[in-house]
């Protein structure tokens, strides 16, 4: 379960570089399209620069960490569900 769970935080760890990136091309995006941004601006479009990315953070790393989680629990479900049942039915009984 240990191992499990460090994968997870890997992925949230990925999540938590990649979120962030995808925001800033996003505000880049928006800047060179969005004819307010430019000469003249007060600064609001360059502080998406900074805000974006802070604020897309912590949710990226929790999708990613709960995606990375899903995963391997997937991955470790029982091939054979109807033996893993019968075993939990047989569980301390001694035969």
């Known amino acids: 379960m240990g191992r499990l769970l460090l994968k ?3 992925t ?3 999540g ?3 979120g962030p990136l995808a925001a800033v091309i996003l505000v880049f995006g ?6 307010k941004c430019g000469a003249g601006d007060s600064g609001g479009c360059a502080m998406g ?3 974006a990315p802070i604020a897309v953070a912590l949710p990226s790393f929790g999708l990613f960490f709960l995606g990375g989680l899903a995963h391997g629990l ?3 479900r029982p091939a054979d569900p109807a033996a893993a ?3 939990l ?3 301390g009984r001694e035969e």
């Open 74 to 76: 997937w991955q470790r």
């Open 8 to 10: 997870a935080l890997r």
């Open 12 to 14: 949230g760890l990925w």
């Open 30 to 35: 928006a800047m060179i399209f969005d004819p």
């Open 16 to 18: 938590l570089l990649i």
């Open 89 to 91: 039915r047989n569980w």
């Open 49 to 51: 620069l900074v805000t």
């Open 85 to 87: 049942i019968r075993r």
